[in-house]
């Protein structure tokens, strides 16, 4: 692999960092070069790096760009990546001549980069803000970067996403505390705790916000030292409000510090207060060293941080929230070693040299095999998926979630289009295009060029919840066929279909699909009593099975924000608003106080619809005499399933509030309010306590405690059944790769 990057040469600070150690690591495992559009330090570090560089400076734009042709015609490369305005423009023209893939990083929001000249800000701002919509791909250096790109119509599926990374495993050997005291004339106490900042002297730095933290800071503990690393602009101005804060004996100016680790290795806690960043190296390097570290929230800094568990976050401009987590480090020095260590370990894991690398070659290959794809393919797109989306729905984003990386497993390059009511959320969680559900001219033009449409998870041909939606789903299927699509019902529910007339319209339509999988064997039944029969059909299994849950502390930590004990043993419970829901609420709040007093197990309440499934909760809650606890923020779906991986049993209605828990081999209980519940609770071989408009408490009680002193062996069986069934929603994504790799006749 041959790869060119582009850079203009000027850059300093994170940006030159990050492409001067990526290029050089990069060296050692593929043949990269380095061009650089300007003379100077830059353009001297790479070289004193080992690094091949080459400066392009001929005097004009234009010979610029046929030097740069020049080269990349006569050394061969393969692939442009550029770093810049200046490398932007000229990576247009590049790919324009050549042909070749062309990926920039963004290491900044291009919108803010020259705010402070007017002059740059309507000539290089302009200019890059235009060839940034002609490049193919783009990295950003944080997730928040990447959100950035996507609401402001970037395609989600040509970003990705490098973290800025250092080498852990270097030798730095700092020196020590007392003689970087003695060089910068400190006279410090042994026992003093002193916080540190290195940054440019600048507005957007937020130094001011440092200084006002450590005014409040010093009132409780006075023998507080801050030390300010750094020099720019705003230092006079910045001297001047430590005077006036009466900081003079607290707070210490060092200007250009050239030897960074010497400093993160005298402080005690290290901040960064900025009011804007991509990643800052700064709380990599303090990360090296094991520092405690407070950080504003900004960029991709929540990335690495999680905030009361390896660090501390404060919003932007909030000096209050910032001394108080000074405080709490200051006043425990175990704490500080605690959080110093596990920002280490986070960091020296996702945020290595080699990590930053590895990263980058996979995106080179994922860009050389989607280009040539690309060039070889008629399509925009490998599949349209349409299904409940975007209505902040638990189950149906798993699904989603669920069809979208299983088909990824088979084929990472996939260009996957969806069909949502929130299309650019739909983008920002799940990297994928979006667009509205309901714009039939959108979706008729992305029709005609793309391969397969998936009719995609959840119970979508019914009409027990109305007619609309059912013509809606069908209406799709049949202008997908009229279109030249392959058309896959993908692990669906089938029914119930009550009208007549619904039932005619389901067959006729249904009957020209190429291929349906169901996931349990009760929609198999319907099927076959609608006399559907044409295309071929396999009984598969809910994607949602394939989920992973949330790593362990991170759940513990949500539970915590809720005022809930981790410790705790819980019993889960999914309600949802059903028909004369007052009925079952009661039956429900009693077999919740019955839970408590008989097995002194905490019932959690848990919505998987949010926020329409709380109001039943708290309306349970508000029946009940004992203590239970409620999650009230939504969670992702993969804390969903941690969450629900904390309880020792579920009794739900929710489909996929059970389907979550038997995944995790939980013990599960169904309250039916549709044949789907009733469908998958004897695909799993596991007990329903009734329809929901029946629902008696004692007969409930019996089911929960059959359950209860089974669950032992329930646990062993369920983890059998569901191993097989992940196996069988893996087929779903499967046969979908199978139809995209079709060659047409």
Same mark, same amino acid.
């Given at each position: 692999?041959?790869?060119?990057?582009?850079?203009?040469?000027?850059?300093?600070?994170?940006? +030159?960092?990050?492409?001067?150690?990526?290029?050089?690591?990069?060296?050692?495992?593929?043949?990269? +070069?380095?061009?650089?559009?300007?003379?100077?330090?830059?353009?001297? $570090?790479?070289?004193?790096?080992?690094?091949?560089?080459?400066?392009?400076?001929?005097?004009?734009?234009?010979?610029?760009?046929? *030097?740069?042709?020049?080269?990349?015609?006569?050394?061969?490369?393969?692939?442009?990546?550029?770093?810049?305005?200046?490398?932007?423009?000229?990576?247009?023209?590049?790919?324009?001549?050549?042909?070749?893939?062309?990926?920039?990083?963004?290491?900044?929001?291009?919108?803010?980069?020259?705010?402070?000249?007017? !002059?740059?800000?309507?000539?290089?701002?302009?200019?890059?803000?235009?060839?940034?919509? !002609?490049?193919?791909?783009?990295?950003?250096?944080?997730?928040?970067?990447?959100?950035?790109?996507?609401?402001?119509?970037?395609?989600?599926?040509?970003?990705?996403?490098?973290?800025?990374?250092? /080498?852990?495993?270097?030798?730095?050997?700092?020196?020590?505390?007392?003689?970087?005291?003695?060089?910068? %004339?400190?006279?410090?106490?042994?026992?003093?705790?002193?916080? @540190?900042?290195?940054?440019?002297? $600048?507005?957007?730095?937020?130094?001011?916000?440092?200084? #006002?933290?450590?005014?409040?800071?010093?009132?409780?503990?006075?023998?507080?030292?801050?030390?300010?690393?750094?020099?720019?602009?705003?230092?006079?101005?910045?001297?001047?409000?430590?005077?006036?804060?009466?900081?003079?004996?607290?707070?210490?100016?060092?200007?250009?510090?050239?030897?960074?680790?010497?400093?993160?290795?005298?402080?005690?806690?290290?901040?960064?207060?900025?009011?804007?960043?991509?990643?800052?190296?700064?709380?990599?390097?303090?990360?090296?060293?094991?520092?405690?570290?407070?950080?504003?929230?900004?960029?991709?800094?929540?990335?690495?941080?999680?905030?009361?568990?390896?660090?501390?976050?404060?919003?932007?401009?909030?000096?209050?929230?910032?001394? %108080?987590?000074?405080?709490?480090?200051?006043? &425990?020095?175990?704490?500080?070693? /605690?959080?110093?260590?596990?920002?280490?370990?986070?960091?020296?894991?996702?945020?290595?040299? &080699?990590?930053?690398?590895?990263?980058?070659?996979?995106?080179?290959?994922?860009?050389?095999?989607?280009?040539?794809?690309?060039?070889?393919?008629?399509?925009?797109?490998?599949?349209?998926?349409?299904?409940?989306?975007?209505?902040?729905?638990?189950?149906?984003?798993?699904?989603?979630?669920?069809?979208?990386?299983?088909?990824?497993?088979?084929?990472?390059?996939?260009?996957?289009?969806?069909?949502?009511?929130?299309?650019?959320?739909?983008?920002?969680?799940?990297?994928?295009?979006?667009?509205?559900?309901?714009?039939?001219?959108?979706?008729?033009?992305?029709?005609?060029?793309?391969?397969?449409?998936?009719?995609? @998870?959840?119970?979508?041909?019914?009409?027990?919840?109305?007619?609309?939606?059912?013509?809606?789903?069908?209406?799709?299927?049949?202008?997908?066929? #009229?279109? @030249?699509?392959?058309?896959?019902?993908?692990?669906?529910?089938?029914?119930?279909? /009550? *009208?007549?007339? /619904?039932?005619?319209?389901?067959? #006729?339509?249904?009957?020209?699909?190429?291929?349906?999988?169901?996931?349990?064997?009760?929609?198999?039944?319907?099927?076959?009593?609608?006399?559907?029969?044409?295309?071929?059909?396999?009984?598969?299994?809910?994607?949602?099975?394939?989920?992973?849950?949330?790593?362990?502390?991170?759940?513990?930590?949500?539970?915590?924000?809720?005022?809930?004990?981790?410790?705790?043993?819980?019993?889960?419970?999914?309600?949802?608003?059903?028909?004369?829901?007052?009925?079952?609420?009661?039956?429900?709040?009693?077999?919740?106080?019955?839970?408590?007093?008989?097995?002194?197990?905490?019932?959690? !309440?848990?919505?998987?619809?949010?926020?329409?499934?709380?109001?039943?909760?708290?309306?349970?809650?508000?029946?009940?005499?004992?203590?239970?606890?409620?999650?009230?923020? #939504?969670?992702?779906?993969?804390?969903?399933?941690?969450?629900?991986?904390?309880?020792?049993?579920?009794?739900?209605?929710?489909?996929?509030?059970?389907?979550?828990?038997?995944?995790?081999?939980?013990?599960?209980?169904?309250?039916?309010?549709?044949?789907?519940?009733?469908?998958?609770?004897?695909?799993?071989?596991?007990?329903?306590?009734?329809?929901?408009?029946?629902?008696?408490?004692?007969?409930?009680?019996?089911?929960?405690?059959?359950?209860?002193?089974?669950?032992?062996?329930?646990?062993?069986?369920?983890?059998?059944?569901?191993?097989?069934?992940?196996?069988?929603?893996?087929?779903?994504?499967?046969?979908?790769?199978?139809?995209?790799?079709?060659?047409?006749?």
């Amino acid at each position: 692999m041959k790869v060119l990057h582009l850079i203009g040469g000027g850059d300093v600070g994170g940006a +030159k960092s990050h492409v001067l150690s990526l290029v050089k690591e990069l060296g050692k495992h593929i043949d990269v +070069k380095l061009i650089s559009f300007r003379t100077g330090a830059f353009a001297d $570090d790479a070289r004193a790096m080992g690094i091949n560089v080459e400066i392009v400076k001929t005097g004009t734009i234009f010979s610029d760009v046929r *030097k740069v042709l020049s080269i990349v015609k006569n050394e061969g490369y393969e692939l442009i990546h550029s770093h810049g305005a200046k490398a932007n423009m000229i990576a247009v023209f590049v790919k324009k001549f050549t042909g070749l893939p062309v990926v920039t990083t963004v290491h900044s929001d291009y919108r803010l980069d020259y705010l402070q000249n007017i !002059f740059k800000m309507f000539s290089f701002g302009l200019i890059n803000t235009l060839s940034l919509r !002609f490049l193919d791909y783009y990295i950003g250096v944080s997730k928040n970067f990447k959100t950035m790109l996507i609401e402001r119509k970037f395609s989600p599926q040509e970003i990705f996403t490098v973290y800025n990374g250092i /080498n852990f495993n270097q030798e730095i050997n700092p020196s020590p505390k007392e003689d970087f005291f003695k060089k910068y %004339n400190l006279k410090f106490d042994k026992n003093d705790v002193i916080i @540190g900042i290195l940054a440019r002297l $600048d507005p957007v730095k937020g130094l001011d916000i440092f200084l #006002k933290a450590a005014s409040v800071v010093i009132k409780s503990s006075p023998s507080t030292r801050f030390l300010i690393a750094g020099d720019g602009p705003e230092r006079k101005s910045l001297e001047k409000k430590a005077a006036s804060y009466g900081l003079c004996d607290n707070v210490f100016f060092l200007g250009f510090v050239n030897q960074p680790y010497d400093f993160l290795n005298c402080i005690d806690i290290n901040t960064l207060t900025s009011l804007s960043e991509s990643f800052p190296y700064a709380i990599l390097e303090g990360s090296l060293l094991k520092k405690a570290t407070i950080s504003s929230n900004v960029g991709g800094i929540s990335d690495l941080i999680e905030s009361g568990i390896n660090g501390f976050l404060f919003e932007p401009g909030d000096y209050m929230t910032l001394a %108080n987590h000074i405080l709490t480090l200051i006043k &425990d020095s175990s704490l500080r070693k /605690n959080m110093g260590d596990k920002l280490h370990e986070k960091a020296s894991t996702y945020f290595s040299l &080699d990590n930053m690398c590895k990263t980058q070659l996979d995106i080179y290959e994922t860009i050389l095999i989607r280009s040539f794809r690309n060039s070889k393919s008629k399509y925009r797109y490998d599949a349209v998926i349409s299904g409940y989306y975007g209505f902040k729905n638990i189950g149906d984003d798993a699904m989603l979630m669920a069809i979208i990386d299983n088909l990824r497993m088979y084929r990472k390059d996939l260009r996957i289009l969806v069909l949502s009511r929130n299309p650019l959320e739909t983008s920002i969680v799940y990297n994928v295009d979006s667009i509205n559900r309901f714009n039939l001219l959108k979706i008729l033009h992305i029709m005609k060029n793309s391969k397969l449409f998936i009719n995609g @998870g959840g119970s979508l041909i019914q009409d027990n919840t109305s007619t609309r939606s059912l013509v809606y789903y069908l209406g799709m299927i049949w202008l997908a066929k #009229k279109m @030249g699509m392959k058309v896959m019902i993908y692990a669906n529910g089938i029914g119930p279909l /009550n *009208k007549e007339k /619904n039932r005619r319209l389901t067959k #006729k339509i249904v009957n020209q699909v190429d291929i349906i999988t169901l996931r349990e064997e009760l929609s198999y039944e319907e099927l076959n009593s609608l006399q559907i029969s044409k295309p071929q059909i396999k009984v598969t299994a809910d994607p949602a099975l394939t989920i992973m849950p949330e790593k362990d502390e991170r759940i513990n930590q949500l539970l915590l924000n809720e005022g809930i004990d981790p410790k705790e043993q819980f019993i889960g419970i999914s309600v949802r608003k059903w028909n004369e829901h007052e009925k079952y609420e009661s039956v429900v709040a009693q077999l919740a106080d019955y839970i408590v007093e008989r097995y002194g197990v905490k019932p959690l !309440f848990i919505a998987m619809h949010y926020p329409g499934d709380l109001t039943i909760i708290q309306n349970i809650v508000s029946k009940m005499k004992n203590k239970s606890f409620v999650i009230t923020n #939504k969670p992702t779906v993969s804390e969903m399933l941690g969450i629900i991986g904390k309880t020792q049993m579920l009794i739900g209605m929710r489909l996929h509030a059970l389907i979550f828990a038997a995944s995790l081999g939980i013990p599960v209980v169904g309250m039916v309010y549709e044949p789907k519940v009733e469908g998958f609770m004897q695909y799993v071989n596991q007990m329903s306590a009734g329809h929901v408009n029946s629902l008696e408490l004692e007969h409930m009680k019996k089911v929960v405690d059959e359950t209860w002193k089974n669950r032992d062996s329930i646990k062993k069986d369920l983890g059998k059944t569901t191993a097989l069934l992940k196996d069988k929603a893996l087929e779903n994504a499967r046969i979908a790769i199978e139809i995209i790799d079709e060659k047409p006749l």
